[in-house]
C-alpha cells in the first residue's frame, strides 16, 4: 500500500511537474510574443515622436521665414538675427542684405553691385527639442516605463530669397500721343488736356507742369486738328496748347512690363464692361487691370491704378480712373452725359489708320503726380524668388 501511495504520490508530483513545463513552454512563447510587440509599439512611437518632431521643425523654420519677409516687407533695409518663439519651439532666423555682404549673389560677375540692391537673403532653422530649448530627456508620465523616452530632437532649414520692388508710375505728359501724325477729333470745347498737376481734390500739386499732349515729333498735325476755340482746353507746360515734342515712350514695352502685375484680367477680343469697379478710387487702393483685346466701358466705371489695354479703349459710360491708362491702339471717349475722368496720365499708339483717337463731351485726362506716386508706392512691395526648405 505505501509503495502503492509512493507511487500515486510520485504521479501527482510528476503530474504537477508536467503541468508547470507545459505552462513553461507555453509563456515563453507568449513573452516573446508580448516582448515583441512591445518592442515594435516602442519602435512606432519613437518613429512617430520624431516625425511629429519633424514636422514641428518645418513648422518652426517656416514661420521663422514669413517672420523675416513680414520684417522686410515694412522695412526693405532690414538686416539682423534673432530668436523666434514657435508653438513652444525655436527659430533661428538671419536676413542678410546681398549689397554689402562681398559676395556675388546674382553671379553676373559683379559684388555688390547696384543689381543686388533690395535683395536679401533669409536663413530660418526651426529646432524642436535642441540645445536652445535645453536638450533632451524628461519627457515621462512620472511612472517610468514607455513614457520615459527621450525628446525627439529635429532641425529643419527654409533659405528664401526675396526683392523689394520699386514702382514708379511715369509721366513725362498728360497724354502721350505715340503717333504724330495720328487723326485726333476733338469734340466741342468741354474736354480739358491738362498737364497741370492737380490733385483729385482740386488743390495744386507739387510737381512742375508736363505738357498737356506730349509727341515724339513734329507737333503741328496735332495742334492743327484743334479750333480756335479747342486751343485753350490743352494746357500744361508751355503756352496753350500746350502740344510738346517729348521723348518717345515704348508704349508696347510698358504694357508688357505691367501685364505681370495684373490681378484682373479682361481676355478679348473684344470685352465690354457694364459698371465696374477696376480698384478703389475712393480709397486710392490701385489694382492692375489687363485687356488682351479691345475695351468698351459703357457703364460706370471707377477705378485706381494701372489700366493696360492692348487693343482699343473705346469709353461710352461715366469713368472716374485716378491712375495710368495704356493703350496699345485707339482710345476714344464719346461725347455724352456721363463725366469722363482720368486723374493721372493717358498713354496709347494710335499708329492705326482712320480716326486714332477721339476727345468728346468733357473728357478730361488730369495729370496728378500725387495719384501717380500713390499707385506706384502701393503697388510696390516684397516680392519673393524662392523658397528652399530642408
Ligand atoms: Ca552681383
Ligand atoms: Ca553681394
Known sequence: MRCAKADNGGTARGQRGSAMLLVLCAAVPLMVAGGTMLFAVVRERALNEQLAAEASADDAAASGAHDALALLALDPGYTGSYVLA????????????????????????????????????????????????????????????????PRREARATVQAIAWFEHLTVPAAQSFYCHDPEADWNFIGTAFLISGHDINPDGTTGGAASIPGIGTPGNTVSITKQLGSTQKGRVKGQGKFPSVRK?????????????????????????????????????????????????????????????????????????????????????????????????????????????????????????????????????????????????
Not at 562681398?102 to 560677375?109: C, I, K
Not at 466701358?297 to 487693343?311: A, F, N, Q, R, S
Not at 496720365?345 to 485726362?365: H, W
Request: aromatic share 4%; with cysteine.
Open 246 to 390: 517729348v521723348v518717345s515712350i515704348d508704349v508696347d514695352s510698358l504694357l508688357e512690363d505691367w501685364e505681370p502685375h495684373a490681378t484682373v484680367r479682361y481676355d478679348g477680343p473684344l470685352d465690354t464692361l457694364g459698371d465696374v469697379k477696376l480698384g478703389d478710387r475712393t480709397a486710392l487702393q490701385p489694382q492692375v487691370t489687363h485687356a488682351k483685346g479691345d475695351l468698351k466701358l459703357t457703364g460706370t466705371t471707377t477705378g485706381c491704378g494701372i489700366l493696360l489695354v492692348e487693343g482699343n479703349l473705346e469709353v461710352t459710360g461715366a469713368l472716374d480712373f485716378a491712375g495710368l491708362v495704356v493703350v496699345g491702339g485707339n482710345t476714344t471717349f464719346k461725347p455724352g452725359s456721363n463725366k469722363q475722368v482720368i486723374w493721372g496720365a493717358l498713354a496709347t499708339i494710335a499708329t492705326v489708320t482712320g480716326e486714332d483717337i477721339q476727345i468728346g463731351g468733357d473728357a478730361t485726362i488730369q495729370y496728378s503726380s500725387s495719384v501717380l506716386s500713390t499707385v506706384g508706392d502701393s503697388l510696390s512691395g516684397l516680392r519673393l524668388k524662392s523658397w528652399t526648405q530642408r
Open 86 to 149: 514657435v508653438d513652444g519651439h525655436v527659430a533661428n532666423v538671419s536676413v542678410t542684405a546681398w549689397l554689402g555682404d562681398g559676395v556675388d549673389n546674382d553671379g553676373n560677375g559683379l559684388v555688390d553691385d547696384a543689381a543686388e540692391a533690395d535683395w536679401s537673403t533669409i536663413t530660418a532653422e526651426g529646432v524642436v527639442n535642441g540645445a536652445a530649448t535645453g536638450g533632451q530627456g524628461g519627457a515621462t508620465d512620472g511612472s517610468g516605463g514607455l513614457l520615459d523616452a
